[in-house]
């Protein structure tokens, strides 16, 4: 069965620093992988999406993420944090089991900005 | 906005109560999931329904139970309630597909007392 790990549940950065959030997965080839934030008292956003197509994804509020085959990595990456960016991350994979899909969730990473 | 709309906002019961809450799916959207999201256990991915069907199930317990009605909308049925039950509901649907993306409710909190 995919799987996902995110190293760290907790991330604190300065405002203005650069973010990396890390994800590595285990799955059969093709994996496709997603990258979903969760503000405080909301449900989880789709930021971005990898489906093979390049393996550098763009995504909203000026996220990325880079599909790493040979490391089964797919980090996210900001290059300056704002304070809006504090929120939970999840990296996602999507599984077909019996009957369908499934999309399976990491642990999360809880992103700190500091002023 | 993400289209997916649940009831309630918050409930709070007793143990060994019945609860049921409420899902109604983006437009267009066949497939609706259910999760658990706790602070011990993370976003646990409870069952998925298509179409109607059940599709996929994770790891629900037998106390729970789900359905998904010919209008798409799904609820999600929770009985003989323990305090560790308390937690946040989300409903999320999506299009059928690996690469679609699925889109979340704001979930129910659950307090139970």
């Known amino acids: 069965a995919q799987s996902v790990t995110q190293l760290g549940s907790h991330v604190s950065v300065s405002e203005g620093a650069l973010v990396l959030l890390r994800c590595n997965y285990s799955?059969?080839?093709?994996?496709?992988l997603f990258w979903y934030v969760q503000y405080p008292n909301q449900g989880l956003q789709l930021l971005l999406k990898y489906t093979s197509a390049a393996t550098l994804v763009k995504g909203i509020n000026g996220f990325e993420a880079e599909f790493k085959k040979s490391e089964t990595s797919f980090h996210l990456t900001k290059p300056s944090a704002h304070m809006s960016d504090a929120a939970e991350y999840f990296c996602a994979v999507s599984d077909r089991g019996t009957g369908g899909f499934k999309t399976i969730f990491g642990a999360g990473t809880r992103l700190f900005v500091k002023a | 906005d993400s289209g997916v709309t649940q009831t309630p906002k918050h409930l709070i019961t007793a143990t060994g109560q019945r609860v049921t809450l409420r899902c109604s799916p983006r437009?267009?959207?066949?497939?609706v999931y259910w999760y658990q999201q706790s602070l011990d256990q993370g976003l646990q991915f409870l069952i998925q329904y298509y179409n109607g069907e059940e599709r996929a199930k994770g790891n629900i317990l037998e106390r729970f139970s789900a359905q998904q009605f010919p209008d798409l909308h799904s609820e999600l049925n929770l009985s003989s309630l323990e305090l560790g039950d308390s937690a946040l509901y989300f409903c999320?649907?999506?299009?059928?597909?690996?690469?679609?993306?699925?889109?979340f409710g704001n979930g129910t909190r659950l307090t139970v007392t």
């Open positions: 799955s059969s080839v093709p994996p496709y």
């Open positions: 437009s267009g959207d066949l497939s």
């Open positions: 999320a649907s999506g299009r059928d597909g690996a690469n679609s993306p699925l889109h």
